[in-house]
């Protein structure tokens, strides 16, 4: 069992920036491809960005592609999701993902419960 807790949301102004971070129990930590999804209002969730377990592979949601970086630290069982030039339009709550697989597009294994993050004036 892997327990996935996100942190470092909130309200940031648009073209700001902000790092959300997702620190996973256990010590089997870099058996598994980590991820970002989020949901908007009314919307339902998407994938954002993934990294492979050793971190050498990432991708992207076109809608983030060149504002969004994924990152993970092993030593430490975190991810991270640096977010910059931020738009309205990415305000959701941004949950953190583990898979057994390469990429958490093919399947997610473990949620995290979930940050909010607001972009607005």
């Known amino acids: 069992q892997v327990q996935l807790v996100e942190s470092g949301g909130g309200l940031v102004q648009p073209g700001g920036s902000l790092r959300l971070s997702c620190a996973a129990s256990?010590?089997?930590?870099?058996?598994?491809?980590m991820g970002w999804f989020r949901r908007a209002p009314g919307k339902e969730r998407e994938f954002v960005a993934t990294i492979t377990q050793s971190g050498g592979s990432t991708d992207y949601a076109d809608s983030v592609k060149g504002r969004f970086t994924i990152s993970r630290d092993n030593a430490k069982n975190t991810v991270y999701l640096q977010m910059n030039s931020l738009k309205a339009e990415d305000t959701a709550v941004y949950y953190c993902a583990a898979t057994v697989t390469r990429t958490v597009v093919v399947g997610v294994n473990y949620w995290g419960q979930g940050t909010q993050v607001t972009v607005s004036s």
């Open positions: 256990g010590r089997t930590f870099n058996r598994y491809a």
